[in-house]
């Protein structure tokens, strides 16, 4: 049920704007959830699809590799051995990262928060060897909320001017219906004779157009037979009236006259 304005249903062109409105958010949301999941999407895979070959790259060298100064700072990195001990670990991992944080070896894990950074966590193995590294998401998380927020003041005038035009789309949708009421206000007990026009209607109008010339050719047909009928009863009458006046007349004159006694 349709609310109310004043006490009264709003028109059908501000129902035909809402819902056009309603569409266009529906619409926009959806297009910016398939941004969103499509961008994130690539990017997890082209980070996943890179860790894996850059882990094998550490595992093949990783006496020289672990050794070069701030290689692990970008992104976190802590290395296992097959029994268990800690061959090597980042001072960052040590603080912020726990071991069972981390997926199994060949997952991945959501996005996780530490020293006020977001990271996505994963873990491969190579001969035994764990490999669990941090990659840094903020950056990327940043770059993505500003595409956000620049299609957020992109999507609200959006939205205001398709409001404005679907309310000008529905008043000129509806302009063949006003002038089919027009037509019908002129239809009087004098204009039976007046039929609505159906020329540049759309389908739909041109039959309700079509019923209600229908009707007023029964109405009109109508009133012909009823105002024959009056015609015929009154030519019926006509004589028996007639006739009834003169004998009353000739009564009246043949009375007797009043005793003069």
């Known amino acids: 049920m349709f609310w109310k304005i004043g006490g009264r249903p709003p028109s059908l062109a501000v129902r035909l704007t809402v819902w056009y409105a309603a569409a266009v958010i529906v619409l926009l949301a959806t297009a910016v959830a398939a941004v969103h999941l499509s961008v994130t999407w690539q990017s997890d895979q082209d980070e996943a699809g890179a860790v894996g070959p850059y882990l094998a790259k550490v595992h093949a060298s990783r006496e020289l590799f672990l050794k070069i100064p701030g290689v692990d700072e970008e992104s976190p990195l802590r290395v296992i051995e097959p029994d268990g001990r800690i061959f090597h670990e980042s001072p960052l991992f040590a603080r912020e990262f726990p071991e069972a944080s981390f997926p199994p070896a060949g997952g991945r894990a959501e996005s996780f928060t530490a ?9 491969r ?23 956000y927020r620049n299609m957020a003041i992109a999507v609200v005038p959006t939205l205001a001017a398709a409001v404005l035009s679907g309310f000008l789309i529905a008043q000129a949708g509806l302009r063949p219906l006003r002038r089919v009421a027009a037509e019908v206000r002129a239809v009087s007990a004098d204009s039976l004779h007046h039929r609505v026009g159906i020329g540049g209607v759309p389908h739909e109008l041109a039959d309700v157009a079509d019923s209600f010339n229908a009707t007023l050719d029964r109405l009109s047909a109508a009133v012909i037979r009823l105002d024959q009928f009056a015609a015929d009863v009154a030519h019926e009458l006509r004589t028996p009236v007639h006739n009834l006046r003169t004998a009353a007349e ?12």
């Open 125 to 147: 193995e190579f001969d035994g060897w764990r490999y669990q590294i941090g990659c840094p998401r903020t950056g990327e998380w940043a770059i993505i909320g500003l595409v």
């Open 115 to 123: 020293n006020g950074q977001r990271y996505i966590l994963y873990t």
């Open 250 to 261: 000739l009564a009246l004159r043949s009375a007797p006259g009043p005793d003069p006694r």
